[in-house]
């Protein structure tokens, strides 16, 4: 008898990690999900774990990467979207970047702290911060712990530039933090819509909310003065390549303040569990998607390089950014920019936060 069910998750395995040689575990789940399934298979339960890190502010120099820092509220997204690119970061934790970055997640209920004293620090030199750009900031979690809206109460204290990239519609209950953000020209968020077909977004991104309620709250937020742009990430070849200009379209409806696309990434443990998908959900036209995705990637799963990671190389490639191209020329959608200000950054005031 299976021990517990996985239903309602992106993933279709919960393999064990094998990159870092960490001792093999057991597939089950904890003692209370086998009681349960005494009586029959028992659903997997979503545990958040408290982490705390000794700082906040991630730093990165990759040349294709438009920030040099980020603050990601949490490990592991609840939403189980199953091409994210964060999932193998599961496994430093020696747990597994299928199931289990679904659904044994981690928490930084210090964030806010952290960057309260990040900021404080003599000499620190303004510019924007990212968040969203490993795991969603406005996952379901965030409803519990607001370590995103504690996030922006210390960024808007001090005038500091930031942007928000998510899937969550969840981001238009911070509209009393963003729109004076905005108005300052400190905020700009992206809302990725990957998908406007039901049943694809119930398959790939099993808890993240619909992509019209995506757009939708891409209207809301430029309609409030805050801008918000539309992120086509990822495009994936044979199954939602054929939407995009359709949601270049419906964004334009929403105003949508620009648009950008990126094609799917399978790195590491990605690749297997993004087949293993396809064979349960697409068997169809499985190979064929990989094929497409192999073009795309120099003959391989998995395109590390910089540069050609983000925008892909080939005939696909070529014909993907032709596509975008024409169609934000023909709907009078300019492509993404974040012009924030860093000018107006004044430092915390004394050792506690002013907010709190």
Known sequence: MPV??????????????????????????????????????????TSVTIEKPKSILTRNSSPDIGFDRSINAYRGCEHGCIYCFARPTHAYHDLSPGVDFESRLFVKPDAAKLLHSALSRPGYECAPIAMGTNTDPYQPIEETWQVTRSVIEVLLETRHPFTITTKSNRVLRELDLLVPAAKLGIASVAISVTSLDPKISRTMEPRAPSGRKRIEAIRLLNEAGVPCHVAIAPVVPQITDH????I?????????????????????????????????HFPDRAAKVMATI?????????????????????????????????????YGLRQTRFPLRRDLFTPPEGAQMRLF
Request: proline share 5%.
């Open 248 to 280: 270049v379209e419906a964004a334009v409806e929403a105003k949508a303040a620009g648009a950008f696309y990126l094609p799917v990434r399978l790195p590491h443990e990605v690749a297997p569990l993004f087949r293993a998908w396809l064979d349960e």
């Open 294 to 330: 192999q073009s795309l990637r120099g003959g391989r799963d998995n395109d590390p390089n910089f540069f050609s990671r983000m925008r892909g190389q080939g005939p696909w490639a070529d014909l993907l950014r032709t596509r975008f191209e024409k169609a934000v020329k023909r």
């Open 243 to 246: 939407e995009l200009e359709h």
């Open 4 to 45: 517990e069910s996985i239903h309602g998750r992106g993933a279709t395995r919960n393999a064990t990690p094998t990159r870092f040689n960490l001792q093999e575990r057991m597939a089950e789940g904890d003692w209370l999900d086998q009681v349960e399934a005494l009586d029959g298979v028992s659903s997997r339960r």
